[in-house]
């Protein structure tokens, strides 16, 4: 059983009446002079579906709903963390679109001062009826998981996810202008590692960016992880070998994912290298989880409880203190090289 207080850092100076400690006229910076300026929210850690890689298929606990961040405290932060210098949010989950009042959360984030952009990462199983509404209030763009081309293995992968669904919701997705349409896929050796070279294939005919992850060894499917992991390299490897070499497109600084195109592509594909090549000397973002604790690193369990200031009546200028110390506090990188995992929370929670 997990102590759910592992890994939170105590902080003490958000009391109200605190002097402040951070300048407030600067946007927050780590130690290591990294700007940290995207916050990904996790709306909710429930799912409408149950991914190998992200949850054990039996064991699953889901936080009670008291302590989960209600709408006007999740505005409470993220206005701060915007006040902060954080300017681009993504909604993430658990599955975001499970979120009740998602809508009109949306649209109250998007007339925060400072935040310019939103995206939503989503399975897209509810996007066919969320696509147009989700787009009227504000969100920019849509990352969309799909992990296979083959409605059974879809299925099997996903533990019941119907992949026409997923269909309905990309071509709604696209339709309505939540572009550039990015898709995702966790490669996981002997599932669907079969798959890259169709999977790939999209992108000669639509203007979609594909995006291959590799699986991290998040809590709940470590094991999966030790044995399942392709690096990017096999399949950068695989790709060129069966389409010509890839033009390489680069490496974004505030992305992730490196960048590359098939001859004659319309649309590109990254590769997301977290576990054989990290990218955390230009790691841009943090996590904010749905009950209320800025999460400063995937893989690492360092926390900080925003929840408890804001409901020990923190002003707004106060829980700006605490983030903009969070991000100071911010790891430099993730531990996996030296066996260091983390252990806290799994990927349903942390929102990818
Ligand atoms: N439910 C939404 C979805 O699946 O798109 C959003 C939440 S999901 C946790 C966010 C991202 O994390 C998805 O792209 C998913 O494929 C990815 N993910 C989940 N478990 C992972 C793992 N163990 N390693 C790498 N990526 C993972
Ligand atoms: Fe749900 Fe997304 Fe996790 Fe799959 S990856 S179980 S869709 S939260």
Redesign the pocket.
Known sequence: MNDPMKGIVPLTFYEPGQVQRYATDTPALDQYGRRIDYLRVSLTDR?NMR?V??MPAVGMQFAPRPELLTNEELLFVIRAAAAAGFRKLRL?????TLRQDLIELIRAMKAIPGIEHIAM???ALRLKKLAAPLKEAGLDRV?I?IDSLDPQKFRTMTRGGNLDEVWAGIAAADAIGLRPIKL?A?VVRGMNDDEVIRLAGLTLIHPWEFRF?E??P?TG?AGL?DEGVVSSAELVARLSAHYGPLEELGHPASDPARIYRLPGGLGKIGFISSVSDPFCATCNRMRLTADGRLHLCLLRDNEVDLRAAVRSGASQAEVEQIIRHAVYIKPWGHGLPDGVRPTLRG??EL??
């Not at 993430?92 to 975001?96: A, F, S």
């Open positions: 799912c991914c890689y992200c993430t989950g658990g599955e975001p990462t989503t399975n990352n998981s995702n966790v992850i699986v991290m998040l499917v992880a990927m349903s929102g990818g």
